[in-house]
T-cell receptor, first 115, second 113 residues
Framework: QKEVEQNSGPLSVPEGAIASLNCTYS??????FFWYRQYSGKSPELIMS????GDKEDGRFTAQLNKASQYVSLLIRDSQPSDSATYLC???????????????FGTGTRLKVLA | EPEVTQTPSHQVTQMGQEVILRCVPI?????FYWYRQILGQKVEFLVS????????KSEIFDDQFSVERPDGSNFTLKIRSTKLEDSAMYFC???????????FGAGTRLSVL
């Protein structure tokens, strides 16, 4: 069974701080990694995608990927109360027949940004 | 901005009844997916669909489930005889050819009584 592991939290950080969210995955075949934000009762919303080792920055968000250690992380700088949500790590799994992918999701980390 | 749309937003049904969940994927996307999320649990892959046929399905996607693209825009998930444990959020997603970013709809909350 291919797994994606995340700490379920809650992770509480004060407003303005850096929130650090981590994810490990078990299948070395995976090549693409995604962070989604999910507010309660809502659909997952894509925050970041990352495909290569290293850091990728987009505004207040930085995704970090280390394929050798099989982990991917998300840093949120200057955290705001509106960032309070569950952050889902998703790892792609190639599908044999169609040439596309399915996502394996982690359980998500609940982030609380305290005003 | 193009988006995946799902209807209805909430479906209540009696156990044993058939339900059809509807999705309109992003117009230039060719790959379609259904996922489900039981309350408090992780998002789980159900099925992928490409070129008018199922590409892959999970163990969850048993004989009571079926998918269809009845016309050029809709993509449906049918559950033939619902069970209590089918109660969940069902998300439709789509992706472009050669791209593996999947965009999710707002979901349909299915409540089986």
């Amino acid at each position: 069974q291919k797994e994606v592991e995340q700490n379920s939290g809650p992770l509480s950080v004060p407003e303005g701080a850096i929130a650090s969210l981590n994810c490990t995955y078990s299948d070395r075949v995976s090549q693409s990694f995604f962070w989604y934000r999910q507010y309660s009762g809502k659909s997952p919303e894509l925050i970041m995608s990352i495909y290569s080792n290293g850091d990728k920055e987009d505004g207040r968000f930085t995704a970090q990927l280390n394929k050798a250690s099989q982990y991917v992380s998300l840093l949120i700088r200057d955290s705001q109360p509106s960032d309070s949500a569950t952050y889902l790590c998703a790892v792609n799994m190639p599908l044999r027949t169609s040439g596309t992918y399915k996502y394996i999701f982690g359980t998500g980390t609940r982030l609380k940004v305290l005003a | 901005e193009p988006e995946v749309t799902q209807t209805p937003s909430h479906q209540v049904t009696q156990m044993g009844q058939e339900v059809i969940l509807r999705c309109v994927p992003i117009s230039n996307h060719l790959y379609f997916y259904w996922y489900r999320q039981i309350l408090g649990q992780k998002v789980e892959f159900l099925v992928s669909f490409y070129n008018n046929e199922i590409s892959e399905k999970s163990e969850i996607f048993d004989d009571q489930f079926s998918v269809e693209r009845p016309d050029g825009s809709n993509f449906t998930l049918k559950i033939r005889s619902t069970k209590l444990e089918d109660s969940a959020m069902y998300f439709c997603a789509s992706s472009e050819l050669q791209s593996n970013i999947q965009y999710f709809g707002a979901g349909t909350r299915l409540s089986v009584l």
